[in-house]
């Protein structure tokens, strides 16, 4: 995949109607209020592939960088925040958001836009599940603040 063809499936999910129930789509998963595209997904690791996952690590957040580049072109730069602080609450019995909640759980961070003229929000980050499963670049449209 190339970042134009990223470019074109963000395109495509921020002028799709969000949906009303969970579900998967041609590009990934959904729930109320949002779309969330698996752009790129890499392969799982071994238990001993510490300097592989390391520099597949590095290039899914080059990829996520060059992808938010272009973006901001659009909308100007990003919020980056952690989404630590969101998954802490949840775990605390905090009533957080979809998708959200779902995202603090294997999202580290996020970079986030409002582009303008709408009431949504698109992000990207890139999923770490754990140390032996694989890393996906994800783009998520939503019209859920983020907490």
């Given at each position: 995949m190339t970042i134009t063809h990223w470019l074109a499936t963000l395109d495509l999910l921020c002028t799709r109607d969000l949906p009303v129930a969970p579900g998967t789509t041609d590009v990934g998963t959904a729930g109320p209020g949002y779309l969330v595209a698996e752009l790129r997904t890499s392969g799982d690791f071994t238990e001993d592939g510490g300097a592989e996952r390391e520099e597949t690590a590095a290039q899914y957040e080059?990829?996520?960088?060059?992808?938010?580049e272009r973006l901001a072109e659009r909308w100007?730069?990003?919020?980056?925040?952690?989404?630590?602080?969101?998954?802490?609450?949840?775990?605390?019995?905090?009533?957080?958001?979809?998708?959200?909640?779902?995202?603090?759980?294997?999202?580290?961070?996020?970079?986030?836009?409002r582009p303008p003229g709408t009431a949504r929000w698109v992000a990207l980050g890139v999923s770490r599940w754990g140390d032996e499963l694989p890393f996906q670049l994800l783009a998520v449209v939503t019209e859920t603040d983020p907490p």
């Open positions: 080059c990829d996520r960088d060059g992808l938010a100007g730069a990003p919020d980056v925040f952690s989404l630590r602080s969101a998954f802490e609450r949840a775990q605390g019995g905090e009533d957080i958001p979809e998708p959200w909640a779902s995202l603090s759980a294997h999202v580290p961070d996020v970079q986030v836009w």
